[in-house]
């Protein structure tokens, strides 16, 4: 299994950018996706989630809600994160990962395999 996570770059505050994932090895409607980031000097944690595709729900930490969203795009393979009115305490490196499960979660152990990370980092 391997997840190919990119889209990341410098952008301004208050601009967009959009995170892909692509899997090969995996068939990913049929698992809950997460996005995660670590800081620099900080602990990584969970950003969002997008259950499987039966499952439809999503999750968003509160400091995303209402500017990052999450997608999948089945025929592709691939799940996306548009983040939109970035800040910058945005700046990290997101990684996603896939859930051993279908419902939402952002419990780390619940996630079998993760990508190598795409550093986004938000400045002026």
């Known amino acids: 299994v391997q997840l190919q996570a990119s889209g990341g770059g410098l952008v301004q505050p208050g601009g967009s950018l959009r995170l892909s994932c692509e899997a090969s090895?995996?068939?990913?409607?049929?698992?809950?996706i997460g996005w995660f980031r670590q800081a620099p000097g900080k602990e990584r944690e969970g950003v969002s989630c997008i259950g499987s595709s039966d499952d439809g729900s999503n999750y968003y930490v509160d400091s995303v809600k209402g500017r990052f969203t999450a997608s999948r795009d089945n025929a592709k393979n691939t799940v996306y994160l548009q983040m939109s009115s970035l800040k910058p305490e945005d700046t990290a490196v997101y990684y996603c990962?896939?859930?051993?499960?279908?419902?939402?979660?952002?419990?780390?152990?619940?996630?079998?395999?993760w990508g190598q990370g795409t550093l986004v980092t938000v400045s002026s």
């Open positions: 090895g995996v068939s990913l409607h049929y698992y809950a």
């Open positions: 990962a896939v859930s051993r499960t279908s419902s939402t979660t952002i419990v780390d152990s619940q996630y079998n395999y």
